[in-house]
């Protein structure tokens, strides 16, 4: 895992004749710091100025040395990390799922020198965590993920509820289903995953090409099977596409109610209106619930059409902008909400290494490097 950190700060270039510098007032970044608003310092007018749209990937000129990739971890083997996410509760934690081997590993201060890492697998994993591709907290002391998998052929995957409690999280229970909390499967090969409220969160189905809303309600509590309570809903099969090699992560936005979705097979990004739609004919599943349902109608728009990105991975929304990994440049790229590009950086790492990422409490970008298992 990396940490992604700008190195400096130059003006952007203009046609326009530039005015006369004002006197000095810095040479290096350090000596804004008394200025919160304008923290940088752009070494052309000697001016204290704002971050600029997009810093989180840089400030300079997207080329790999315009930052600095920090390792905050590097395991003993390779383990395929394909996402990670802070703790809410305890902000010092960063749970990173690995696909290699059905595992979670939990960095404590990631990046401090007194920073320590633990790896945990539940004794349930290979159907519980099966190739996990995307990891999510949600409602207090759980956490979701799902498996990019079939389960053997049978198809019963979906999304898994865990506690992350340490107490109880990868612990053995009497009956032989691990730790997990709860369990609905009707989207085998996920290929990412995102929270919304309570237990409720969305999943990208690698199967049916559709995105689907699953409500756990109330959990079964560790290594139970009581599933009963489930409500499935599936919207716009068909339209999108996974591939095998990377995941295609969703992000939930509760300011609009979007869903932004890397539609990595298609090479594109989307975004679902998940308050538009309209309730129409079920579906067939293998496991009682309350609600498996088709959803018709729903708004689903192209945020970004195919020809900017090769291999959309990761998605975030940050301060107003979309961020996103290509897979396949191993690059960074920053949108606006109506898809517009904003800044690109090139990272210079080796194409398909990125893919999911998350924003630290400090604001900086979290990262997994699928290649190295950073």
């Known amino acids: ?20 510098p004002a006197a000095l007032t810095c040479h290096a970044s350090p000596e804004c710091a008394a200025s919160p608003g304008t923290p940088l310092c752009d070494q052309t007018t000697g001016q204290c100025v704002a971050l600029p749209p997009g810093h989180p990937i840089g400030v300079k000129d997207g080329s790999p040395s315009s930052v600095a990739l920090v390792p905050v971890f590097e395991p003993d083997r390779k383990r395929e990390p394909t996402d990670l996410d802070f703790n809410p509760e305890r902000p010092d934690e960063l749970w990173v799922v690995n696909r290699r081997d059905d595992s979670v590993t939990i960095i404590a201060k990631p990046g401090a020198p007194d920073g320590q890492a633990v790896r945990l697998r539940d004794p349930a994993a290979s159907h519980f965590m099966d190739r996990p591709p995307a990891i999510a907290f949600g409602d207090a002391g759980t956490f979701g993920v799902c498996g990019d998998s079939d389960n053997g052929g049978n198809f019963f995957m979906g999304p898994t509820l865990f506690s992350s ?13 691990g730790s997990h909390l709860d369990m609905l499967h009707s989207s085998p090969f996920c290929k990412g995953l995102a929270h919304e409220q309570g237990n409720i969160y969305w999943v990208f189905n690698g199967h049916d090409l559709s995105i689907d809303r699953y ?3 109330k959990d079964h509590g560790p290594g139970n ?10 919207y716009v099969p068909g339209e999108v596409l996974g591939i095998d090699e990377a995941p295609s992560h969703i992000f939930y ?14 090479k594109r990004l ?18 009682p619930v309350v609600t498996r349902i088709h959803v018709d109608g729903a708004t689903l728009t192209e945020l970004v059409p195919p020809g900017t990105l090769e291999t959309p991975s990761g998605i975030e929304i940050h301060e107003g902008l979309v961020y996103v990994t290509d897979h396949a440049t191993s690059r960074f790229h920053a949108f606006d909400l109506e898809g517009r590009p904003v800044r690109t950086l ?13 924003f630290g409490p400090d604001g900086k970008i979290y990262f997994v490097d ?3 298992s950073r």
């Open 165 to 177: 409690d340490l107490a109880i999280f990868a612990q053995e229970t009497p009956d032989g289903l």
């Open 1 to 20: 895992m990396l940490v992604l950190s700008s190195v400096g700060l130059v003006s952007a270039c203009s046609g326009a004749e530039p005015e006369a």
């Open 270 to 287: 989307l975004k679902l209106d998940t308050a538009s739609g309209r309730i129409g004919s079920d579906f067939d599943g293998s496991e």
């Open 253 to 266: 936005s509760a300011e609009d109610r979007q869903l932004y979705i890397a539609d990595t097979g298609h």
């Open 346 to 358: 090139d990272t210079g790492l080796p194409a398909g290494s990125l893919a999911g990422f998350t």
């Open 215 to 217: 409500d756990f309600a």
């Open 370 to 372: 699928l290649l190295s």
């Open 225 to 234: 099977d009581d599933h009963a309570d489930g409500e499935i809903y599936r």
